[in-house]
């Protein structure tokens, strides 16, 4: 899980989880990361339920990758990424991911209980016809249920079937614009938890908590599974 200190707006880790103890300098400042600190962010904060490390791909076999892994990370960040993973393929594994994150929000964030919608991060039509399902949607009817706040996934749409795989931060900021649109409908001044399996970069997540904010949200919290630890 996602321990102390972290970024206070993006979630951004600070200290290593990697068995032995050891501590990279913090890059936090006053509670917040150098990026939160210069990029305008328009949601309040996000949370993570925890880390996320991406596959290792510098080694020859996947089992010599799994020994190396283990040795330098503790297995539940394992198992998180794991479960983020398959959930791109099969809709049931947002069972388990579903139900910690609402965990997280009963016994870590209880300040999400008091939102008034769920709002999924939107996928393009395209997308969804190949995966057969939306993971952040999936997510959110599970976390609805849990904390009995509705969710609505018409309030965004995706308007081109493109990912952010690969790109860099700068190209992930251009690529985004005008990737999402608001739907007709417009918002009444309403708290929204805007729902996603990872944050990376935030591109995503950001240009969305904007736009709920432009048609009436009053706050956007992000609630993801998994934060992108690069430095680590």
């Known amino acids: 899980l996602l321990q102390e200190p972290f970024c206070k707006i993006c979630s951004s880790p600070s200290k290593s989880e990697m068995s032995g103890g050891w501590i990279r300098p913090s890059s936090l400042q006053?509670?917040?990361?150098?990026?939160?600190?210069?990029?305008?962010?328009?949601?309040?904060r996000a949370y993570a339920m925890g880390l996320y490390f991406k596959e290792q791909t510098k080694f020859s076999s996947w089992s010599e990758c799994k020994l190396e892994y283990i040795k330098r990370y503790d297995p539940p960040n394992d198992l998180i990424a794991a479960h983020i993973l398959q959930?791109?393929?099969?809709?049931?594994?947002?069972?388990?991911?579903?139900?910690?994150?609402?965990?997280?929000?009963?016994?870590?964030?209880?300040?999400?209980?008091?939102?008034?919608?769920?709002?999924?991060?939107?996928?393009?039509?395209?997308?969804?016809?190949?995966?057969?399902?939306?993971?952040?949607e999936e997510l959110s009817k599970i976390i609805g249920e849990h904390i009995n706040v509705s969710c609505d996934n018409e309030i965004l749409r995706k308007t081109k079937d493109i990912t952010m795989r690969g790109k860099g931060l700068n190209e992930r900021q251009e690529?985004?614009?005008?990737?999402?649109?608001?739907?007709?409908?417009?918002?009444?001044?309403?708290?929204?938890?805007?729902?996603?399996?990872?944050?990376?970069?935030?591109?995503?997540?950001?240009?969305?908590?904007?736009?709920?904010?432009?048609?009436?949200?009053?706050?956007?919290?992000?609630?993801?599974?998994?934060?992108?630890?690069?430095?680590?």
């Open 175 to 232: 690529s985004v614009k005008g990737l999402y649109a608001p739907s007709v409908k417009q918002l009444n001044d309403e708290t929204i938890l805007l729902i996603d399996d990872l944050y990376t970069t935030g591109c995503n997540v950001n240009e969305c908590s904007k736009i709920l904010k432009n048609i009436g949200a009053r706050v956007v919290y992000v609630l993801v599974a998994g934060r992108d630890a690069p430095e680590y």
């Open 30 to 44: 006053n509670d917040f990361c150098r990026f939160c600190r210069s990029t305008p962010i328009y949601f309040k």
């Open 87 to 136: 959930l791109k393929k099969c809709k049931d594994y947002a069972k388990p991911l579903g139900l910690g994150m609402a965990l997280s929000i009963e016994h870590r964030y209880p300040e999400l209980k008091g939102v008034d919608m769920i709002v999924p991060l939107p996928q393009h039509p395209d997308s969804i016809d190949k995966r057969g399902h939306n993971h952040a």
